[in-house]
């Protein structure tokens, strides 16, 4: 009991062996160099620890899109095949349209027959037009028709269009402004280089004009490796804003990106694409509803914004200065486990560092008991050396 009150009111102080040999010298300094390396190299001038970093950024979007195309032989402009209208981030470009006219409310077959009556048959059984009434007539000896309550005649949504193909040609205008709110600082996607001559006729592109807020709608589909034809679904426009403010105002540029952001239904069949419906209300002369139902397919573009700046600080500075000088110590302790296990003279190595010292120093020291394992905190934290040996092994 007493003996280990005793070996617990103990104090360890380092000692400093200087050990002479080149294998170890050359070791521990190239530890080091590579320590100080990384930190200098990586740490500092890559990842920029010396700055504070602002990763919320705000930004506002605003979109506009251009174009006529033609569809079912009608011109359709900005009003007809954009939605919502707003010029919001995110917006639909509708590329088909299944059109169902002159609906009003009532009781009619699930399937207009007046199409292909092949068409119908797939789909009689499905009841998503309307309320069910639960009367079905036999079409022939295999096939009912079921009558449904709802907007009559009903929609028939199997038949093949062939997609506004003028849309590729189409332009999306892109205005953003974002802000780093730590830095209080500003910027636009309309860099100051930009001239008012050259937006009216530029176009996106990856090479030449990589700062042009116009695209074409072909161009942003090609760039997210879709294929226009077959597409139909969610397409990202990314805007990266990666800024370092202790440079100049205009090295802080927009970066587009592209991708499409439903990949997930772009793998399997069931329900590809991206379609929905809306409706334009009319009322006859009598007061009764009635309605043009559009099934509409179409593309959705997501414009995202991401962004970080960063701008020197001294705290984030000094705290990375000294973790590294910090860090240089830890070379210490792989020379140490090389020294003491791996070297010759390994155990007049261990005889030196580690020395067992009674109360009274007056007491001759003996050099049997050797320590067995490192201390790491021992090691990294040597400060004040206490004494000092030298050990001379060069070869
Ligand atoms: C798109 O524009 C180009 C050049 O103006 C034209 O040659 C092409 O036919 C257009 N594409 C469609 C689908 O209208």
């Known amino acids: ?55 919320a950024i705000e930004s506002s979007v605003m979109t506009k899109v251009k174009g006529f195309g033609v569809y079912n032989n009608k011109v359709m402009d900005v009003a007809d095949y954009i939605t919502p209208t707003q010029g919001a981030s995110v917006f639909c470009i509708i590329t088909k349209l299944i059109t169902t006219e002159n609906q009003v409310q009532g009781y009619c077959p699930e399937v207009s027959w007046s199409a292909d009556d092949t068409v119908g048959l797939n789909i009689s059984f499905m009841f998503n037009l309307g309320i069910p ?11 009912k028709m079921c009558e449904i309550k709802g907007w009559c005649p009903a929609e028939i ?54 700062y042009c807020p116009i695209f ?18 969610v397409i990202g426009i990314k805007i990266g804003w990666v800024c370092d403010l202790d440079k100049s105002d205009d090295q802080c540029n927009p970066s587009y990106s592209f991708t ?26 009598n007061g009764t509803d009635y309605r043009t139902l559009v099934k509409a397919y179409a593309i959705r573009f997501d414009v995202l914004v991401n962004g970080n700046a960063g701008k020197f600080n001294m705290i984030p500075t000094l705290i990375n200065m000294v973790a590294a000088f910090t860090s240089v110590g830890v070379g210490t302790v792989l020379c140490d486990i090389i020294l003491l296990n791996f070297l010759k003279g390994a155990e007049q190595y261990k005889a030196k560092k580690f020395e067992e010292v009674s109360d009274s120093p007056l007491e001759p020291q003996k050099n049997g008991l050797y320590r067995s394992q490192l201390s790491l905190r021992q090691h990294m934290m040597r400060s004040s050396d206490s004494g000092a040996f030298s050990i001379e092994h060069y070869g």
């Open 1 to 55: 009991m007493w003996s280990c009150i005793k070996d617990f009111f103990t104090y360890e102080t380092t000692k400093s062996v200087v050990v002479k040999s080149w294998t170890i010298g050359i070791i521990n300094r190239v530890v080091q160099l590579l320590i100080i390396t990384y930190f200098v190299g990586w740490v500092f001038l890559f990842e920029k620890a010396y700055q504070v970093r602002d990763t």
């Open 133 to 143: 009434t639960g009367r079905c007539i036999p079409f022939n000896s295999t096939v």
């Open 157 to 210: 949504d199997t038949i093949t269009t062939r997609p506004m193909m003028e849309v590729e040609n189409f332009t999306i205008f892109i205005k953003n402004s974002i802000r780093f709110p730590t830095f209080n600082y500003t910027k636009g996607n309309f860099l100051p280089t930009i001239t008012d001559s050259y937006i009216k006729k530029c176009n996106f592109d990856m090479v030449n004009n990589t």
């Open 216 to 233: 074409r709608v072909g161009d942003v589909v090609h760039y997210a490796q879709q294929n226009f034809t077959k597409l139909g679904g």
């Open 260 to 285: 499409r952001l439903d990949a997930m239904s772009q793998k399997n069949t069931v329900s590809p694409g991206y379609n929905f419906r809306f409706a334009k209300y009319f009322k006859m002369e």
